[in-house]
């Protein structure tokens, strides 16, 4: 019998006090959502479908150019464009005179060159005509200035006159290209979720409509308000005032000022839902949306399905981690491919890096993307981006970006019957919350916030991402109180500082089934309405976890914590005193005033609640959750050095450099590149942004 190295006896240690079995029980899968499944339309992109190409506005080009342009397209193996966003005045030059013919022509000569247009309808930025037609399209300031569209996405979206054109342009649109035979898909009004929120008295009566539909009564809404403090009671509802966006403001009204956006937005992708089902229902929907936008932003995670039929997004990437984190959130609960409706190729005040595109592409192969649309084709020569390079120069030559789009087009032909792209299952899901995410970054003003709830929301979450990151697992971003969680092998919330209802059921019912969870420190301190719990705290899941949190302090030094043999030291401050009733001790601050449990874990039902007293830091996350792989069935991914990140696929391995540096990875006997030909033994080769698959 072979010995069994050190790793594998503290896992299996560690395993046995966790009380997991080697064999669990099957877990059930959900069936996909519904309202936007790809399931029964065979004839929408999938397995084996690979598209490059590139964001075109023809609007800045003359027939002349439009036709070299494509010209271009059509030498570099293009097969996809995505137009007809940030053009609404081109399509309508005045209310209700509409003008298609152009657009008609460039979709033709798309065609005949064999590429296919995703059209996205043109939401934002709005009309100037109709701003003028309709002043209440115009932002309106905290302070109550009027605000004239001086730069793009300065539309208040929620504005009736608004939504009924907006709805009037997708409707035809929709009509005249559904059926048109080189349009694969449609986008939604670019960039959704960007933008500014508006202070008008319209917008305040909208606001209160929301209130009583959520609340129902004043007496409701002063108890989740928590009027009481600071004498803010109120007494009817023409008494509120919509909660400033710049502070100050109590948080609790500050967390449904963003809710309120948040629907707004949500409203109007399904009211261009609508239009397609009644439309174009032969259409998917890929759209461009930007749900972490810091002015407004939307809950995309509680939305995804019944809005997108991908998950889309532009992909501008700066490190990986936090570059996979941020497709992955994007993807939500899709189970169709990553579309990248705009892709890193130039930029602002940015030319490129050659070799950097291909590199980020085949990353993108690796988690779930498909379609890969170069943002942009000519670098701007007006306006607010006229210093953004694209792949043409001003001069209209092709730089030599052309030429690296034309690799990954015909490098992508060649290998997308290679498993591409991926339809894999992540074994583990991460859970995020649009409303901790803005709860715990509050206006400006007095406010104790941030007093407790130290760093960004979002960079805690990605801490909890990046123990699988590194060991090359596939991981979703989901908000489990929105998608069912019994598919995946273990779920990990960082942080989950606002515990509604629904998060803490999905916990609960995960756990009592057989599930495994991991929930760190910071986490269910407040409710739904964003006031802390007045019981013992994690509120609503003290049985659960087997324990009491409501002791916290910040030790003076790094926190070393002793688990499963080895010595680890935190990179955050913050500790909970834990208080464990039914829950076991699995490791120990060593260096605090009072020696506390630093990991517990609790058995509910059949599973296991796995509780981290600190903040979420990779240093002390990373060994937890790699003791829990065996007995979980968690398959690492291959091995790779820092820097490298790879995926079997089908038999298959796609390695990745994400660095300028060259870097070997070391492999088992001799293998054969299917992208370079080449053939390796013993070790792999990447150059600085290299990618190869070996088989």
Known sequence: ?????????????????????IALPAIAVPPPAAAQSAQGHPDWPGAGDLFVGTCYQPIDRSPAQIKQDIAIMKAAGFNMVRMGDLSWDSFEPEEGRFNFEWFDDVIAQM?????????????QPAPIWLHKAYPGVDLVNQEGARLHPATRYWDNISDPDYRRLMRRMAERIMQRYAHNPAVIALGYTNEIGNGQMSFSEADRQRFISWLQRKYGSIEALNKAWATQRWSRRINSWDQVDVPYLHGPGPNERYLDLHRYWSDDTVGALRELEAVRKQFAPNLPVASNFWPTAWGKGFDYLRAWEGISTYGAQGFYPGEPVGAAFEVMMNKAGHTTPVWFNEFTAGGGGFYGTPGRSRMWAYFGLIYYSQTFLAWTFNSHSGGEEQALFGLVDHDGRPSWKVDEFATIAREFKAIKALGFPRYHTPQVALHYSFDTNWLTSPPEGPNTMQEY?????????????????????DTAVIDIGHDAIDKYKLVVLSSAYVMDQATSDAIRKYVANGGTVIMTGYSAKVDSTAKWFETPLPGGLTDVFGLRTNEFYRAPQPLKVSFAGQALTGTDDYYEVLEPSTAQTLATFENTLKRSPAITVNRFGKGRAIYLATAPQAALLGPLVRSLYAQLGIARGPETPEGVVAREVDGRTLYVNTTPAPISVPIAGSKTGAISKQRYTGHLDLPGYGAEIVE
Do not use: C
Not at 1 to 21: H, N
Not at 111 to 123: E, S, T
Not at 453 to 466: D, L, N, S, T
């Open 111 to 123: 065609h005949k060159a064999g590429i296919k247009v995703i059209v996205d309808i043109p939401g």
């Open 1 to 21: 019998m072979p010995r069994r190295s050190t790793a594998f006896v503290r896992a299996a240690r560690t395993a046995a006090t966790l009380g997991l079995a």
């Open 453 to 473: 709830f130290k760093g960004k929301y979002q960079e805690q979450v990605k801490a909890g991402f990046e123990p699988f990151y590194r060991d090359n697992i």
